[in-house]
């Protein structure tokens, strides 16, 4: 049923596209979870869309100087090991840039991202998922200072995480790395402390990988964000910041505002289409 009303918007999306296609698309993707339709989506992108890099994003607003019609962005959350084993090989057949913002209190370590520890370790206790995923949410929702208290309280879970070779491996394959935070606190909970401890600590990490650089390209943790936060984030030398809102950029694109379009690699490709011409987005917030 989901898949025949894809099926019925299909005509409508290359309108969409055609009166969009003057904007800058981002696509905000966290894990690779399915290979298979992952690749038929790259492929689809290929062939669609100029997949631009993040050097191509920042020269560009830098400069001022038009980017191709079509242009789109590739942007991976948190950092899973999958976005190295599956999607790597994937991003270089198709000779695809991508940007990953990384959780770098995990890099070179074997602790699990606190929301997966939390979901997978209550399970474990035996509460349901639905359950698991409430105490998400809950932390999502309170004070940094509780959500790290809370936290201790839970036991550790271990995971495979990036290490410092592959971060250069997939930078020399094109795919950026940028800012996610040391430890995915939701900023609109942090103090202004809280943040500037954040970045002293993403800070760190990136200058000890030697991609000082890349720290200032930042992606809010669940796409939280305030203007506050926003201007901590200004002040501590972040010059794009990338929210998680299913939404089209402007024509003129704010960088410290740059709105994404949420997709995963298991979306079908009728569906997928749908969420990349910009019409799904648009429906969605239509009818929210
Ligand atoms: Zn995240």
Redesign the pocket.
């Known amino acids: 049923m989901r898949q025949l009303f894809y099926g019925f918007l299909l005509p409508f999306n290359s309108i969409f596209k055609y009166f969009t296609k003057g904007t800058i698309k981002v696509l905000a993707y966290?894990g690779v979870k399915d290979s298979q339709a992952f690749e038929l989506q790259l492929n689809y992108l290929s062939r669609a869309y100029n997949v631009i890099s993040l050097k191509q994003l920042n020269h560009h607003i830098e400069t001022k100087q038009k980017l191709p019609v079509n242009s789109l962005l590739i942007t991976f959350?948190?950092g899973d090991i999958s976005i190295f084993k599956e999607g790597l090989p994937l991003l270089k057949k198709y000779n695809l840039p991508a940007i990953v913002?990384v959780?770098t209190d995990l890099i070179n370590s074997k602790k699990a991202?606190w929301?997966k520890q939390v979901v997978e370790t209550l399970q474990k206790s035996g509460k349901t998922y639905v359950e698991a995923r409430k105490k998400v949410n809950h932390l999502k929702n309170i004070p940094e200072s509780e959500r790290k208290s809370e936290l201790q309280n839970i036991p550790q879970l271990e995971d495979e995480q990036f290490s410092t070779e592959m971060i250069l491996k997939l930078k020399k394959n094109n795919i950026e790395i940028g800012n996610?935070?040391h430890t995915?606190p939701m900023i609109n909970n942090c103090s202004v402390a809280e943040i500037e401890q954040e970045m002293k600590e993403s800070r760190r990490v990136f200058e000890n990988l030697g991609l000082k650089e890349n720290f200032s390209n930042f992606?809010?943790?669940?796409?939280n964000w305030n203007l506050g936060s926003e201007k901590v984030l200004i002040g501590q030398g972040v010059k794009t910041a990338f929210l998680?809102d299913h939404k089209l950029n402007k024509k003129i694109i704010n960088p410290m505002r740059i709105s994404r379009i949420r997709v995963n690699t298991y979306t079908p490709l009728r569906e997928f289409k749908t969420k990349v011409s910009g019409l799904h987005p648009i429906l969605m917030h239509l009818f929210k």
């Open positions: 966290h959350d948190d913002f959780i991202f929301c996610h935070t995915h992606a809010y943790p669940n796409g998680f």
